[in-house]
């Protein structure tokens, strides 16, 4: 996703927030910038925004006040054109909270209420509901009542089953409790629960109450639990989550936490924000940014609203709602609403006796600068210069293993090279599929089809959209790990792991290379790396590494789980999970991260094959039985059945690092096992990631062996028994020339792009690739413009011609990637008429200050019409730069450098390097 570049920002907590009436005079502003005053989107304008409701499917919502009260929605014909247009969800400003619905003891008012529930259902729109309890507008009877604790419980329930009754059916979600907590503690309250008539009578148990008794009333709204500056004050929300924990830990109903966002152009950081959002993420509830609006006078300096000041704020609501679509997943996502339809209605001039124009519109019903950027917010759109035009691109691989003629009969491992690591395989009939690890890279889960174990075509992928995989924010090693691929009863199967994206899920597609489903979730699954098996007694199970019962004994220390899984519910079955291998092998030993567990049955056994050691030199596989599925699980004598650690390290072109293995059987009968492994130079380096090899399983006394303890894995070694073959266009092994001319209709599936699934930035069109910069660099955790495939060769050179840049704001060129911390940056830019600065930029230390730095730049002369072609070579630890203009002489930038900064060993983490084309614009803070 494209994002906009955030503002500097200081740490300032927001003053407490507004506990009045949202009425009040508006104050006297001046009009808002035109279009042509504010920088312009690609995409939007202020005059060509879009509804907000269209761009997004979740609820878009505003609040609103109802008659009799000024501003009133229902009087208004402006405020109703502004809201049916923009709005699909209404949130009563004033009308549902207690003051308003019981304004005498047992006596209830919902004439107006009703009203606004009723324009909402009429213009199909849904309804939020706001605030069953709250400290303030609450009557004046109801503040001087005096009575017992149960008389307070009396009352209490009394309110919430009578209006969340009345309610019952008609509303998507209530904030039940709203602004519990004090944002600091006092002397004489600790806790810093907010003393109102419902804590100092009943104490903080009214919350659980107050949840139970809307739950009662009405078994399908969504209840939240509502406040304020939780988005700059860690300490309050640690407090929110606390509660949320105790009442998840007590099954006390509660569905999310709405934030109120009332911030302003400068607090707080969206650091802090996305910190925010994160906590509640991780317990699996709902988000719902529930209040917005964006001050831009909080220094008071300002008597109308300014060029400058409108498009701060435009980027403000930009970056705030980016944030909350790059940490919410999709499942997660309650909604938002703005606090207000114009500036004239908002709270903030009459609360905080200034003026000010936080919202998306003015007085006039006019859109704002602000609209735009909650619609870039949304969709990820960002105002560009100009696009860069690729015209081709292509990669050659030149390995000396792969060099020579195959002998007849015989393959090459590995057998699908480059960065394809954590292999599953599964098989219908005569067609095998794997299914393999992507991490931030998307589409997620790379699928490769073959008709003879050996020849493999990538033939798409898992996960192609933001609704099955949200990796916004991930690092490059976080994101999707190792998935487990099945084929059962007419479906496919794939089970994975989304770090920091949402947990355990798993898909099913009936073609693995056409669409899969929505995930379906598994938030009792812990850990990562699951599997699933279908017995043959129709029952299911899902195992995964997690962490052993109790404290860990060692670093290290791990355990594979198993539970049963309903299908037919989709549900896992309550209870069911157990420990079948703490540890590993041998726990007296120690042994480090079992995990990437595979469940078979095979001649009345139960096999459990696993690997352990960790993916690095030590990595191994080994095996476990079992007679029946509930019996322990008892270790091969012979482990480990695959490994290359006890081989020595000055071995030439060594295989390293192999582990993490799967087994099919051929219809011939035959085994074979997939699994991961390296091709290292310099003994332990190696920048192509972990790649997919291919071993015959021999069976031993009943057990598998995948290769001889002390052996060394062959690259080349006698074919399957398979007389099947498929036509393979684009090969994944060997030595190939790969060339994309750019001329098709749809991305080739090689092309990844990092995190967002957002795509709006490139276009292929007239047989060119025309990319769209934006301010992100690739040290960012967004979504750089930069498309990339996989480095699979250790000798490699990758070219593109592209057209020179003709904006000074803009560079676009050639990358080889590992990480945000560790790549390089072939760029040009211009730099005056007919002018071009050639620049090689490094990123190689993530604790640097400046970790990016312009190690060899050039000045070139050239038309603006002619074309540059770049150039990267690597071999092995070298790698090396090169241009050329037009059909003139190709020329060495910088040869020769050091291409070890683009291996795991120094870059760390689980990926191989990617190749591409990046763009981005130079002239602002990334």
């Known amino acids: 996703m494209l994002k906009l570049a955030q503002i500097p920002s200081n740490r300032f907590i927001i003053s ?30 202020i005059d060509s925004v879009p509804p907000l409701k269209s761009l997004v499917d979740f609820p878009v919502g505003v609040a609103v006040p109802a008659d009799p009260y000024a501003h009133s929605l229902l009087i208004s014909s402006e405020r109703q054109e502004v809201v049916e247009t923009h709005f699909n969800s209404l949130t009563a400003e004033n009308i549902m909270k207690m003051m308003f619905l019981q304004p005498e003891p047992n006596k209830f008012a919902f004439t107006h209420a009703d009203a606004l529930v009723e324009y909402a259902h009429q213009k199909n729109m849904i309804m939020h509901g706001h605030a069953l309890v709250w400290h303030t507008q609450s009557p004046k009877w109801m503040n001087d009542y005096q009575g017992s604790k149960d008389d307070f419980k009396a009352l209490l329930k009394n309110h919430i089953s009578t209006v969340a009754g009345h309610f019952s059916g008609k509303l998507k979600s209530w904030d039940v409790v709203n602004e519990a907590f004090l944002d600091d503690g006092t002397p004489s309250n600790p806790t810093k629960y907010r003393e109102t008539i419902w804590y100092n009578n009943i104490g903080p148990e009214y919350l659980e109450m107050a949840f139970r008794l809307a739950r009662e009333a009405d078994s399908e709204v969504d209840l939240y639990y509502n406040d304020y500056n939780l988005v700059n004050n860690d300490s309050k929300i640690d407090r929110v989550v606390k509660m949320l924990e105790d009442f998840q830990q007590r099954n006390v109903p509660i569905d999310g936490i709405g934030f109120q966002v009332h911030i302003d152009t400068d607090t707080p950081s969206i650091k802090n924000i996305k910190e925010a959002f994160t906590k509640v993420v991780k317990r699996g509830v709902k988000v719902r940014i529930s209040e917005l609006d964006i001050a831009v006078n909080q220094s008071e300096q300002y008597s109308e609203l300014t060029e400058e000041v409108s498009t701060l704020q435009r980027q403000r609501y930009a970056e705030v709602v980016d944030a909350y679509m790059d940490v919410v997943p999709e499942h997660l996502r309650g909604g938002i609403t703005l606090w ?118 990538l033939v798409g992928h898992a996960l192609t959209n933001q609704k099955q995989l949200d990796l916004r924010g991930n690092q490059v090693s976080q994101g999707v790990y190792a998935p487990t691929i099945r084929y059962h009863d007419g479906l496919f199967y794939m089970i994975t792991t ?85 540890g590993g092998v041998d726990l007296a030993k120690q042994p480090i991260w079992i995990e990437a567990p595979h469940i078979y049955k095979i001649d009345g056994w139960y096999y459990l094959m696993c690997a352990e050691g960790g993916t690095a030199d030590q990595h191994s596989e080994v095996v476990f039985r079992a007679k029946n599925i509930n019996d322990p699980f008892i270790p091969y004598s012979g482990n480990p059945i695959l ?58 006394n009943g057990w598998p062996h995948i290769l001889e303890q002390g052996k060394a894995i062959p690259h080349r070694l006698p074919k399957p028994a398979i007389n099947n073959s498929l036509d393979i266009d684009e090969k994944q092994t060997g030595n190939f020339i790969w060339r994309d001319e750019f001329d098709g209709q749809k991305l080739n599936v090689n092309w990844n792009t990092l995190r ?107 038309k603006n019409d002619q074309q540059l072609v770049l150039e990267i070579s690597g071999d092995k630890a070298d790698i090396s730069f090169a241009y050329q203009i037009a059909d003139g002489e190709k020329i060495t930038l910088a040869a020769n450098l050091d291409g070890k900064i683009l291996s795991t060993a120094i870059a760390q983490g689980f990926v191989g390097t990617m190749l591409g084309i990046h763009s981005r614009i130079e002239s602002t803070d990334k």
């Open 340 to 457: 207000g339809i114009t500036d004239s209605d908002s709270w903030i001039p009459g609360f905080k006796k200034r003026a000010d124009w936080p919202l998306l519109f003015n007085e006039k019903f006019q859109n704002k600068p602000a609209l735009v950027g909650m619609a870039e917010g949304l969709t990820g759109q960002t105002p560009n210069p100009k696009t860069v035009e690729f015209d081709w691109f292509e990669y050659q691989g030149m390995d000396e293993i792969f060099s020579g003629p195959m002998p007849e009969g015989q393959y090459q491992n590995p057998v699908i090279s480059g960065f394809f690591p954590d292999p599953s395989i599964t098989r219908k009939g005569d067609d095998y599929y794997i299914a393999v690890s992507s991490f931030a890279y998307n589409p997620g889960v790379p699928i490769l089809h073959s008709r003879d174990l050996v020849n493999w075509k």
């Open 16 to 45: 407490t927030l507004a506990s009045v009436l949202l009425m009040g005079c508006s104050p006297t502003i001046t009009n808002v910038p035109n279009e042509s005053q504010v920088l312009k989107s690609n995409v939007f304008s």
């Open 498 to 582: 989304a770090v920091y994206g949402g947990g355990n899920f798993f898909v099913t597609a009936e073609d693995p290379a056409g669409e899969w489903s929505e995930p379906y979730w598994l938030p009792e699954i812990g850990g990562i790396d699951p599997d699933i098996f279908f017995d043959d007694d129709g029952k299911v199970y899902i195992a995964h590494n997690d962490a052993p019962v109790g404290e860990p004994l060692y670093e290290g220390h791990r355990a594979i789980w198993m539970w049963e899984y309903d299908l037919a519910a989709k549900k896992v079955i309550k209870d069911s999970g157990r420990v079948i291998v703490n």
């Open 756 to 862: 967002s699934f957002y795509s709006g930035w490139y276009e292929l069109a007239d047989g060119k690739m025309n990319i769209t910069p934006a301010p992100i660099d690739l040290t960012s955790l967004k979504q750089p413009v930069f498309l990339s495939r996989r480095q699979q060769h250790m000798t490699y050179q990758v070219t593109t011609g592209l057209a020179l840049p003709q904006s000074t704001d803009i560079s676009a060129g050639l990358v080889a990637f590992q990480n945000e911390f560790y790549h390089y940056y072939l760029g040009v830019k211009k730099i005056g008429d007919g002018k071009f600065q050639l620049f090689l930029e490094r990123t190689k230390d993530k604790n640097a200050s400046e970790p990016r730095k312009i190690i060899k730049q050039v000045e070139i002369s050239a």
């Open 643 to 700: 490994t290359q650690r006890d081989l020595a390290d000055d071995r030439i072109n060594p295989i390293t690092t192999a582990g993490h293995a799967d087994l099919v059987q051929t219809p011939q009968g035959d085994w074979w096992a997939i699994f991961l492994a390296t091709r290292a130079y310099d003994q332990r380096f190696y920048n192509t990631g972990r790649e997919s090899f291919l071993l015959p399983v021999t069976w031993n």
